[in-house]
């Protein structure tokens, strides 16, 4: 099994900056057979895949709505996946998920096995 925690999320103005952070633990956790992904669902729509981590090399993909402007990164002996988002709209508000699977990155929700609780992200003035 694998466990799944974000934090950082908050309110913030146009424009600001936000680093979101997925803690994973389990005895089966690591990031050569794991990938690692956000994902975001803001209220009235689907879950939309936002970045991915591939196991092992550490490919990393980005929807084309959040390119140049979110990075993600590991931190391999802290077993954590941060997501930087900078420039932020309006349009990124949402609830944020981390989610993990055994296997290469997807782009689809349905293709991970595990997922967080959630952190809220508020992009207003």
């Known amino acids: 099994q694998v466990q799944l925690v974000e934090s950082g999320g908050g309110l913030v103005q146009p424009g600001g900056s936000l680093r979101l952070s997925c803690a994973a633990s389990g005895r089966a956790f690591n990031f050569k057979t794991y990938t690692v992904a956000w994902f975001r669902q803001a209220p009235g729509k689907e879950r939309q895949y936002v970045s991915s981590l591939a196991r092992d090399d550490g490919n990393k993909i980005y929807a084309a709505s959040v390119k140049g402007r979110f990075t993600i990164n590991r931190d391999a002996a802290e077993n954590t996946v941060f997501l930087q988002m900078n420039s932020l709209k309006p349009d990124d508000t949402a609830v944020y998920y981390c989610?993990?699977?055994?296997?290469?990155?997807?782009?689809?929700?349905?293709?991970?096995?595990?997922w967080g609780q959630g952190t809220q992200v508020t992009v207003s003035s």
């Open positions: 989610a993990a699977r055994l296997g290469g990155s997807l782009d689809t929700a349905g293709g991970y096995n595990y």
